[in-house]
């Protein structure tokens, strides 16, 4: 049916007061989530503010036709304004008690704080002199004002506080207001609304237009929610709270405790919403409903509605905001919420004149998962346990976190079987081994070395060991791996006389000959790796890349594309693959060979000093990136130009499922926007020359240093380690950049499969041998996704060591005590615990390069820092509650989080801690 046709009947849905109560069950993805529970709620009897929803379609109509409305949408917009007014015998905008509505968004899906709302919708200026309290109208008023520039016009907030500041002093109560008006007009070319119709068609077409912003994009790719058509909106009857806040009828942070768990505010509950203020919290037993805890926190900063209580002069920021008879309706209604849907619920809910009200619920987020941790912590364990027990006559074996898992944090299904396979004897890595001369075992080449555990890549130690010469009973010593992981980049040198057998003297000669021929073979392939990469191998490449860009993948028949991904892979991951590896490799062991003679030179400090000048100021693929992206922030390219180069890059790139720069340059745009605040002297190039000048001046002067040291005679062997390392070292960098072309070719086929079944993002989860049974079995595969989705998420929360000894694997994943010289109490937002990099920022706009591990550590978020989001690992925000933008975000992105007063104060920026969002610790790690 079209969207016309559509329209000739009622399609804005009315609620409360009555409404829904003969109506079919509410559809989330006409109505939108928020839209459908209201709608439900109201047709239970509860007490819920009223008001209306526009369904979805009419937002993809207003994306699809340039900003207009459906026709016929504006005269029941009307109709339904005329009946609200009716049935609360109040004038919308007029009047000394006027109805004010909120305008929020609301899709299928929750998308928390990544679209927008208007609160107040109907004040404008004329109604000063119609209220009895006009300074608390103009202070409302100016909220109202600040928060439609920033909607509508994305005019900074700090924009609107310098401007109502310099016009605070004035007598005239609506000056700041009036100041806020005039830099919109001014930012925005447009006169601001100041007749309630028009200023809510204005609110209505923000949110629609919302559905599009970078946040609400970034957020959409990162959850797989691309399928979405829009958002719907509600527009609801102003419910002034004197106290607001949020109930969940089961602990999100852990669900098997019976408890439910209260915040509360003074004021509306945006104040909570945004940080603003610590919350009260009261924890209540589920079966007894006695109050089993309860923190105060400090509610200074309170956005208050229109209406005054009479009360209110009373209210105390550091006094309770709810006393134990109004916790315990609220748990009475919580419960008999989860009762009416049958699942756990959180329910955001405000109070006013003794009176409860219900302004939305939602299932729990994350209690699938949280759920699910113990039971895939057990499952992992029990595996473990049988693969000791099947492939060795050991009693003890050890698992080692591998450096992939530096760039490749809990890769999906699809991923893990791509880059997994890359990794055995027989992908691409081991292929390089063996064009080295090695020779992997045959469990190395179907297997690999490499085992993913409760979601992290770890290094099996007695596999690895068999990556260079099979059937030779060398191994490495255990306890040396504990004390120094990095002995695993060279071949074992421990002989283990128990692993030989009869034919070991009979096959020592071929492994001496072996050893040789290796040896030669890695010394010319080492002399030839530049050019022979750059030369033979990269130009073809390249052209197959360019030639797969113009393929038309949506044509091809569903066997064609599963042979055009194998394809791919087969060239990207194997054949090009290991040569990407090499030049680097080779680099690797230049540098190796010349830190281990300029310390026999000069000594173990000056040597690796020197060592790590003249392995620094090289050109690579990063450097070339950065200063491109600089130079973008100084509109000297732009970013069209930077996408051509970069486009396939992304924050977390080694991982398929990751939107590629090209894809969603949302991440980009905001470290374009930080680094205009960077001067020339402190830009990516002033750096990189002045790391090249110091390498520079050391090579002039290495003659005279290795003079000094009595070593003069080894000159021409030190410069010519420089000069491989030099040469050979970029590609370190540069084979990935060129590896990662081959990713996004990959990737692009992945997402063909996504759209023509309608799946998405969730073909990653996907294993690469379904792919040709999922047209078949459809639903069972479906099934099978949504588990694995739920199993990645709830191993992200376990805290995972860096070492695993088959002697503790019962405690496996458990939270660890850590030797720290200070531990500091915080309040669990979203469970987990991670270990990693603390970086202090005070805007978003200061986020830049962000180490691998960072943990976030700021005073608290909005929507504008979602961007980062997709690149950190934990957040510890100053303030906030459960509902706060930073703790919802959080939970959807399944990182850990805790709030922490004064903690960009305490906690040294770069200092490595653990950040336990389970328990509510925040442990500053000595090193």
């Known amino acids: 049916m079209s969207m016309a046709s559509e329209l000739k009947s009622q399609v804005i849905h009315p609620f409360g007061l009555g409404h829904g109560a003969e109506a079919s069950d509410p559809d989330p993805e006409l109505l939108g989530g928020k839209g459908a529970s209201l709608i439900s709620m109201s047709r239970a009897g509860l007490p819920v503010p009223p008001g209306f929803v526009i369904p979805v379609p009419c937002c993809r109509y207003y994306h699809e036709h340039n900003g207009e409305w459906p026709e016929g949408l504006e005269e029941q917009l009307s109709r339904a304004m005329e009946q609200l007014e009716e049935e609360l015998d109040r004038r919308f905008g007029r009047g000394p008690a006027p109805l004010l509505v909120s305008v929020r968004s609301g899709a299928a899906r929750s998308m928390p704080g990544m679209m927008d709302t208007i609160l107040n919708c109907g004040l404008h200026p004329g109604l000063a002199e119609q209220l009895p309290d006009t300074e608390r109208f103009w202070t409302v008023y100016e909220t109202f004002v600040r928060q439609f520039g920033r909607t509508v016009a994305g005019i900074e907030e700090r924009r609107f506080e310098e401007v109502s500041a310099a016009a605070a002093g004035s007598e005239d109560h609506g000056a700041p207001a009036m100041a806020c008006i005039e830099l919109y007009e001014q930012e925005s070319g447009r006169k601001f609304p100041v007749e309630p119709w028009a200023t809510l068609k204005a609110c209505i077409n923000a949110v629609f237009a919302s559905w599009n912003n970078e946040r609400a994009r970034i957020y959409r790719s990162a959850h797989n929610l691309e399928y979405l058509d829009g958002t719907a909106v509600t527009v609801q009857a102003m419910f002034d709270s004197e106290v607001s806040g949020i109930a969940f009828t089961a602990n999100p942070s852990n669900p098997t405790a019976d408890e439910i768990i209260i915040e509360s505010a003074y004021g509306l509950g945006e104040s909570i919403v945004s940080g603003d203020v610590a919350p009260d919290r009261f924890v209540v037993d589920s079966g007894t409903h006695r109050i089993k805890q309860r923190e105060i926190g400090r509610k200074e900063h309170m956005i208050m509605g229109l209406s005054r209580s009479e009360d209110e002069a009373d209210f105390d920021p550091e006094a309770p905001s709810l006393n134990d008879e109004q916790i315990g309706e609220l748990v009475a209604m919580g419960m008999r919420v989860e009762e009416y849907f049958g699942y756990p619920v959180d329910i955001e809910w405000g109070i006013a004149g003794g009176r409860l009200a219900l302004l939305q619920s939602r299932a729990i987020r994350g209690l699938d998962v949280a759920r699910d941790v113990e039971t895939g912590r057990e499952q992992e364990i029990i595996r473990l346990k049988q693969q000791l027990a099947d492939r060795t006559h050991k009693k003890r074996k050890i698992w080692v976190t591998h450096n992939l898992a530096e760039t490749l944090t809990a890769p999906t299904t699809m991923t893990w079987d791509i880059i997994g396979d890359f990794m055995k004897g027989d992908g691409g890595f081991g292929r390089m081994y063996q064009d080295l001369g090695y020779r992997p075992s045959k469990e190395v080449r179907e297997e690999g070395f490499l085992e993913l555990i409760c979601g992290n890549i770890y290094a099996d130690v007695d596999r690895a060991a068999k990556l260079f010469w099979d059937g030779m009973p060398f191994e490495y010593d255990h306890e040396e791996v504990l004390n120094d992981q990095s002995v695993l980049e060279t071949a074992p040198t421990r002989f283990e006389a128990a692993n030989s057998d009869g034919s070991f003297l009979l096959r020592l000669p071929g492994f001496i000959a072996a050893v040789i021929r290796s040896a030669r073979i890695t010394k010319q392939a080492r002399a030839e790796a530049y050019e022979h990469f750059e030369n033979e191998m990269l130009p073809p490449y390249l052209a197959r890349l360019e030639r797969w860009s113009e393929q038309d993948l949506a044509s091809l028949p569903t066997g064609q594309l599963i042979d055009a991904l194998h394809e791919r892979i087969e060239l990207v991951m194997n054949d090009f693959g290991k040569e990407s590896l090499k030049p680097g490799f080779f680099g690797g062991l230049a540098q190796g060979e010349l830190e281990a003679l300029l310390t026999q030179l000069l000594g173990p400090e000056s040597g690796p000093q020197l060592c790590r000048i003249l392995s620094s100021g090289f050109e690579d693929s990063t450097v070339r990136q950065n200063r491109m992206l600089y130079d973008v922030a100084r509109e000297k390219v732009s970013l069209e130009t930077f996408l051509q180069s970069f486009g396939h890059r992304a924050v977390g790139e080694m991982e398929l499922a990751r939107p590629r720069w090209r894809e969603d340059p949302g991440y980009l745009k905001t470290m374009i926007q930080s680094q205009r605040n960077i001067s020339e002297d402190h830009s990516p190039e002033a750096m990189h020359a002045r790391n090249r000048r110091r390498r520079e001046e050391s090579l002039h002067n290495l003659p005279k240093t290795l003079a000094d040291a009595g070593a003069g005679f080894m000159y021409e062997k030190v410069a010519g380690l420089a000069e491989e390392a030099r040469k050979l070292l970029p590609y370190r960098e540069t084979g990935k950049h060129y590896l990662l072309m081959g990713f996004e070719a990959i ?116 929507p504008a820092w979602t961007a980062l989001f997709t690149a950190i690992r934990g957040l510890i925000v100053e303030r906030g509650g459960v509902l706060s933008h930073g703790a919802i975000t959080a939970r959807d992105f399944s990182i850990p989080a805790v709030s922490c007063s004064g903690a960009t104060r305490t906690i040294p920026d770069g200092a490595r801690i653990r950040l336990d969002g389970d328990r509510g610790h925040v442990t500053l790690i000595e090193e």
């Open 747 to 862: 990737r692009n086929v992945l997402l063909e499969f996504g759209r023509r079944w309608e799946i998405a993002s969730d073909v990653f989860h996907l294993h690469l041998n379904e792919l040709p049974e999922f047209e078949h079995r459809r639903d069972a595969l479906m099934e099978k996704i949504q588990a694995r989705s739920v199993r990645r998420e709830a191993f992200k929360r376990l805290d995972m060591p860096d070492v695993i000894d088959s002697r503790h694997l019962d405690d496996l994943g458990l939270p660890r005590e850590t030797e720290s010289a200070d531990e500091l109490d915080a309040f669990s937002l979203s469970p987990g615990t991670v270990t990693g990099t603390a970086r202090i920022i005070r805007d978003p706009s200061e986020a830049l390069d962000l180490p691998e591990d960072c943990i976030l550590v700021c005073p608290s978020t909005d």
